[in-house]
């Protein structure tokens, strides 16, 4: 493997760790909207 394939190779191993981080940030948001609908929906049915 050459020099420039292996630093490609590690940028790709870095950007994939990078998508995983936000995935989870994402999901995290998500679940977060989730919860904050199901109260609001609850507010307005009292």
């Not at 989870?24 to 609908?37: E, G, N, P, Q, R």
Request: proline fraction near 0%.
């Amino acid at each position: 493997m050459s020099d420039m394939s292996v630093k490609q190779q590690q940028q790709i191993e870095s950007l994939n760790s990078e998508i995983q981080i936000l995935q989870k940030k994402l999901d995290s948001k998500t679940k977060a909207f989730a919860i904050l609908i199901n109260e609001l929906d609850a507010l307005k049915h009292e």
